[in-house]
């Protein structure tokens, strides 16, 4: 009776050992992988654009913020810009027609 206790023990503590280690070797494997150098970014495309410029309300450059990272465009100027960039002054030109619309609509509803 103490014997089979003594091996059901052994084996048991023989089974935590070998989790333990399954658990140093992925550990291991993790920190190895966190160690490697991030793969290398292919450069993103890029556009050539010209912001409208004139003497009055659009004669200063335009500030473009894109997942963490400021870009100053120059307007009159052809510019290459990343197209993630683009996009927003694009998204923005866009929002900014469509404000102007519903502005002018509003003001020619009468109002009773």
């Not at 089974?15 to 658990?23: H, I």
């Not at 970014?41 to 450059?61: A, I, M, N, Q, W």
Request: glycine share 6%; no cysteine; charged share 40%.
């Amino acid at each position: 009776m103490a014997r089979s206790k003594i091996e059901a023990t052994a084996d048991t503590f023989t089974a935590e050992v070998m989790e333990d280690e399954k658990t140093v070797e992925k550990e291991t494997e993790v920190e190895n992988a966190m160690e490697k150098k991030p793969p290398k970014k292919e450069p993103e495309k890029t556009v050539r654009f010209k912001l409208f410029k004139d003497g009055g309300k659009y004669k200063g450059d335009k500030f473009v913020g894109v997942n963490g990272k400021g870009y100053l465009v120059e307007r009159g100027v052809w510019v290459d810009l990343p197209e993630s960039v683009y996009n927003v002054l694009a998204l923005s030109e866009e929002q900014i027609q469509v404000a102007e619309r519903v502005m002018e609509e509003s003001r020619m509803v009468e109002y009773k």
